[in-house]
């Protein structure tokens, strides 16, 4: 027995679950873990397209709408379709009104010289970021793609000092009206231009900027969209949320520490079992915590379902070792690891059937990004966590616990 404790912490298991526990100590602290919109709070807003939409179109509109979100600096966004002509849009920590704006208009750019469209968004091949100056000005710089460069030189020749209007969804955006300069004015194609604009102050010229950089970064929508609801939660409401997932928690681990010792009446097999559940939680967490994997209420059932096959497989074990406690002492040892053994592949057996079972749901919600099952993607993909997680490291350490010293 004295050389239990030496062999169990050589295990090649052992040593990779103690470094995975750091690592994920580590970005915990660090990084830290994104919360979703169920728990930090945020809005939703529905969308319905002007007429339905065949799944192509429907794919470009979500990604134009997740492309422009993310750039406009809206973290944690959700963008999902619901059927040929709704969008579910889910945001956290922002309100419906900072974002209505954006996400609602088609985003159709067009540069005018005599009320002649001379430039759309498709002639724009790459954007700078906005530039904003301390008298409320903005400049976007942007450039044309070969094509569109030609076209627009051939539409200003000749044409030095008129002006050039430009338009976002048919309103003017570049209220001062430059005109034409000379070298634009050549017929050789330039292919550099900038949108410029002010507003009443700096930070009021960045978002204008921000708004106009973002929609020709995108590019436009096929499709007018119309926002028909949305509805806020609530940081406090989402705190809310988290307390109540915690004490739910405490109370399920407090109650199978109870079943757990009621069960084996001995604290050398509870114990282990409260520490091995323990380390798949925080493993699990520092796994969303690198991947930036949100948590919201369907992660936390997902890790509470992933959690509880974990500790029926850990009873399993015990169960398989302690079925077989009267036979000789010289044969226990072999027959305790045969016993495991099988335990393992009951074990294996059965995180296999579960991985398949959710498989399908994680590929239809994150390949379809349908309003609400995206909500059970998050859950089986939280699920398929915590049991690779228990199946490849935390339950073999605990079967080698159980090898080694209740042997």
């Known amino acids: 027995m004295s050389k239990s404790p030496s062999e169990f912490f050589k ?42 939409v065949n799944d192509t179109t429907m794919d470009i509109v979500t990604s134009v709408l997740d492309k422009r979100l993310n750039i406009y600096g809206v973290s944690d966004v959700k963008v999902r379709s619901s059927g040929n002509q709704m969008i579910i849009v889910e945001m956290a920590g922002k309100s419906p009104q900072e974002v209505e704006k954006l996400i609602g208009n088609p985003g159709k750019f067009e540069a005018k010289i005599d009320n002649v469209t001379v430039l759309t968004g498709s002639d724009v091949a790459s954007v700078k970021s906005v530039e904003a100056d301390s008298e409320g ?43 034409l300069s000379e070298e634009l004015a ?7 231009i900038e949108v410029t604009g002010g507003a009443e102050n700096q930070e009021a010229a960045k978002a204008e900027g921000t708004e106009v950089y973002t929609v020709l970064k995108t ?28 004490i739910a928690a405490l109370l399920a681990i407090l109650g199978i520490s109870v079943v757990v010792f009621l069960r084996y009446r001995r604290s050398i097999l509870a114990i282990p079992i409260l520490l091995t559940t323990f ?37 399993i074990i015990t169960d398989e070792v302690l079925n077989h406690d009267s036979e000789e ?79």
């Open 137 to 179: 000005g903005w400049h976007v710089p942007f450039e044309l793609t070969t094509q569109g460069a030609k076209n627009f030189a051939a539409a200003a020749k000749d044409k030095g000092g008129h002006e050039v209007v430009m338009y976002l969804d048919g309103k003017e955006i570049d209220k001062d009206h430059p005109t």
């Open 329 to 407: 002492t010289r044969h226990r040892r072999t027959r305790t690891q045969m016993n495991v053994k099988n335990a393992l592949f009951i074990i294996f057996a059965s995180a296999g059937t579960l991985i398949a079972a959710m498989l399908p749901l994680v590929y239809v919600g994150f390949a379809r990004g349908s309003s609400g099952i995206g909500t059970i993607a998050g859950f089986a993909f939280t699920t398929i966590i915590g049991v690779l997680v228990g199946v490849f490291i935390t339950r073999p350490v605990y079967a080698k616990f159980i090898e080694l010293f209740i042997s």
């Open 279 to 315: 380390s798949e939680i925080l493993i699990i967490l520092g796994v969303a915590s690198i991947i930036h994997w949100n948590i919201d209420l369907a992660a936390i059932a997902g890790l509470i379902a992933s959690v509880g096959t974990g500790i029926d497989d850990q009873i």
């Open 186 to 192: 050549s017929g050789e194609p330039v292919t550099e």
């Open 11 to 52: 295990d090649k298991r052992v040593i990779l679950l103690i470094v995975l526990l750091l690592i994920s100590i580590v970005s915990i602290s660090v990084v830290g873990i994104e919360q979703g919109l169920d728990l930090k709070g945020g809005s939703s807003i529905q969308l319905q397209l002007e007429h339905p």
């Open 219 to 246: 590019g436009s929508l096929p499709v007018k969209l119309h926002v028909i609801g949305s509805n806020t939660v609530s940081p406090e409401l989402g705190q809310e949320f988290a307390q109540g997932a915690l």
